[in-house]
């Protein structure tokens, strides 16, 4: 990228900032004619391009600065471990985490604490709704980099929709970028806003090249940072398995597996022992590269969950381990559990962290990003809508893949149990800290009562009191007193 093009894309992402803020006020002021619209911004591939580019450098910047109360979606991972079985919080001063550990979130402020989520992800759809308006029926633009950005943004929609549903029910949909329409919507059902999902991905897989491109949304490149096709068709299978939509879950997952010119399972060993997690892997079907260099040019993830030799620590960057729920969860011999686990001792207590990304804080090389959506859940999902439809042969033979590359027996239902029950195991060893997998499989399956409560209580055990209603994430109270229309999630205050 030369510095024109950086310079530019650097003064897209900070002119879309300052319009989103904008947006907010009910004042509208017009721009003086010497500053840039956002109706000349979509006026060449250039400039178009990096408007969403910058979207992505927003999450990026989500996942690497985390552990500092950065909550947009690629954060989710630390926050939804905590809330789940699969972290142990060790600083349990630090109330932008204690109150996630404990599922205990509240509508109040509690000082310090990125609980927002909704609030993170209403901004970042801005963006999209505004490409989405000014990319349809753009006549600007060269027509393959028009129609690649117009999916881009559909994509990101349900993208961004995905995790508010999935959150907090019940949500506004937003579809435009009129803040007086948008600051008086009510919640729209659950079922409303995954049609909105489906619709999406569907039209941005009808617009999106089938090409992984790169910042100019045209050039072929091994990147695989931006959105193409087979991203939009990865959220749509994921969409259709939540909805129940067994047929259609496992055809969208069958496209993406029958693609071997792009995708297969990357094997691991002690030699390569992250193959999936590295940097453009042919496991990855969408990534994140990292774009900060600090506290790593490398991923979130390796920077919060690597520890150190003197372990984890309070008042720093190293306030969580793993939890004994999620190791007792490996069966013995699994590879997942030798290669991307690791520990350290300190003062005769072993700590346990998630070791899938091996780049930690300080190192400087990009070697690893942080990966979205990957080949080995595409498995997954179709195993567990076959097995849903009856057809256990297929679904075990794709169980299989996935226990294989894990140095694992076949499934075998005396030892392994229902054929349902093992698939939803599997996911829970294979997918760990990974995007709320986790979290979201407990709550879809209606498992989450019985794990976090009942005669598990991973709750109680976390020093918590659990609630039913805490499957939800409560709305911060100043949205609820700045929309007459919204009412807060059930069971909070």
């Given at each position: 990228?030369?510095?024109?093009?950086?310079?530019?894309?650097?003064?897209?992402?900070?002119?879309?900032?300052?319009?989103?803020?904008?947006?907010?006020?009910?004042?509208?002021?017009?721009?003086?004619?010497?500053?840039?619209?956002?109706?000349?911004?979509?006026?060449?591939?250039?400039?178009?391009?990096?408007?969403?580019?910058?979207?992505?450098s927003s999450l990026s910047t989500d996942d690497q600065y985390c552990q500092y109360g950065y909550s947009g979606p690629p954060s989710i991972f630390l926050e939804a471990g905590l809330y789940s079985d699969e972290l142990s919080l060790f600083d349990q001063s630090n109330t932008a985490l204690f109150y996630y550990y404990t599922n205990n979130l509240a509508s109040q402020i509690y000082s310090g604490i990125p609980n927002d989520f909704w609030s993170s992800i209403y901004q970042q759809l801005y963006v999209p709704n505004d490409a989405i308006a000014n990319l349809t029926n753009n006549h600007s633009l060269t027509p393959q980099v028009q129609q690649q950005l117009l999916g881009e943004a559909l994509f990101l929609r349900a993208f961004c929709y995905f995790y508010l549903v999935n959150l907090y029910g019940t949500?506004?949909?937003?579809?435009?970028?009129?803040?007086?329409?948008?600051?008086?919507?009510?919640?729209?059902?659950?079922?409303?806003?995954?049609?909105?999902?489906?619709?999406?991905?569907?039209?941005?897989?009808?617009?999106?090249?089938?090409?992984?491109?790169?910042?100019?949304?045209?050039?072929?490149?091994?990147?695989?940072?931006?959105?193409?096709?087979?991203?939009?068709?990865?959220?749509?299978?994921?969409?259709?398995?939540?909805?129940?939509?067994?047929?259609?879950?496992?055809?969208?997952?069958?496209?993406?597996?029958?693609?071997?010119?792009?995708?297969?399972?990357?094997?691991?060993?002690?030699?390569?022992?992250?193959?999936?997690?590295?940097?453009?892997?042919?496991?990855?079907?969408?990534?994140?590269?990292?774009?900060?260099?600090?506290?790593?040019?490398?991923?979130?993830?390796?920077?919060?969950?690597?520890?150190?030799?003197?372990?984890?620590?309070?008042?720093?960057?190293?306030?969580?381990?793993?939890?004994?729920?999620?190791?007792?969860?490996?069966?013995?011999?699994?590879?997942?559990?030798?290669?991307?686990?690791?520990?350290?001792?300190?003062?005769?207590?072993?700590?346990?962290?998630?070791?899938?990304?091996?780049?930690?804080?300080?190192?400087?090389?990009?070697?690893?990003?942080?990966?979205?959506?990957?080949?080995?859940?595409?498995?997954?999902?179709?195993?567990?809508?076959?097995?849903?439809?009856?057809?256990?042969?297929?679904?075990?033979?794709?169980?299989?893949?996935?226990?294989?590359?894990?140095?694992?027996?076949?499934?075998?239902?005396?030892?392994?149990?229902?054929?349902?029950?093992?698939?939803?195991?599997?996911?829970?060893?294979?997918?760990?800290?990974?995007?709320?997998?986790?979290?979201?499989?407990?709550?879809?399956?209606?498992?989450?009562?019985?794990?976090?409560?009942?005669?598990?209580?991973?709750?109680?055990?976390?020093?918590?009191?659990?609630?039913?209603?805490?499957?939800?994430?409560?709305?911060?109270?100043?949205?609820?007193?700045?929309?007459?229309?919204?009412?807060?999630?059930?069971?909070?205050?």
């Open positions: 990228m030369d510095k024109l093009q950086y310079s530019l894309r650097i003064f897209i992402v900070f002119f879309i900032s300052v319009l989103f803020m904008a947006c907010k006020k009910l004042i509208e002021v017009p721009a003086p004619t010497t500053e840039i619209s956002t109706a000349n911004v979509y006026a060449s591939n250039i400039s178009a391009a990096a408007v969403l580019t910058g979207v992505y949500v506004p949909l937003v579809t435009t970028t009129n803040y007086k329409i948008n600051s008086l919507l009510p919640r729209s059902s659950a079922t409303d806003v995954w049609k909105q999902i489906i619709a999406d991905c569907q039209n941005a897989q009808s617009l999106m090249s089938p090409n992984f491109v790169g910042s100019d949304a045209e050039t072929a490149t091994p990147e695989r940072t931006r959105p193409n096709k087979w991203v939009a068709t990865a959220l749509l299978s994921r969409a259709y398995l939540y909805t129940g939509d067994w047929k259609d879950a496992i055809l969208q997952a069958t496209s993406i597996i029958q693609n071997s010119t792009l995708f297969a399972i990357d094997s691991i060993s002690v030699t390569s022992p992250n193959t999936p997690f590295i940097m453009n892997s042919t496991e990855t079907i969408w990534s994140l590269q990292p774009v900060e260099d600090y506290p790593s040019a490398n991923t979130g993830e390796g920077a919060i969950f690597i520890l150190p030799s003197s372990g984890p620590a309070i008042g720093g960057s190293y306030p969580v381990y793993l939890n004994n729920y999620l190791l007792s969860a490996f069966e013995p011999g699994d590879f997942r559990m030798s290669l991307w686990v690791d520990s350290v001792s300190v003062a005769g207590t072993t700590y346990y962290y998630a070791y899938k990304y091996q780049q930690a804080a300080g190192t400087n090389t990009p070697a690893e990003y942080d990966v979205v959506f990957r080949l080995a859940e595409q498995y997954l999902i179709r195993a567990e809508a076959e097995a849903n439809q009856g057809d256990s042969v297929d679904a075990i033979s794709d169980l299989n893949v996935i226990r294989n590359r894990a140095h694992l027996p076949i499934y075998s239902s005396l030892v392994n149990g229902p054929l349902l029950k093992a698939i939803l195991h599997e996911r829970q060893v294979e997918l760990f800290t990974e995007w709320g997998h986790r979290w979201f499989d407990l709550v879809r399956t209606e498992n989450a009562n019985s794990v976090m409560g009942g005669a598990q209580n991973v709750c109680g055990a976390k020093g918590g009191n659990w609630s039913s209603s805490a499957q939800l994430f409560p709305i911060n109270y100043t949205e609820i007193a700045a929309d007459p229309n919204l009412t807060q999630t059930p069971g909070y205050q």
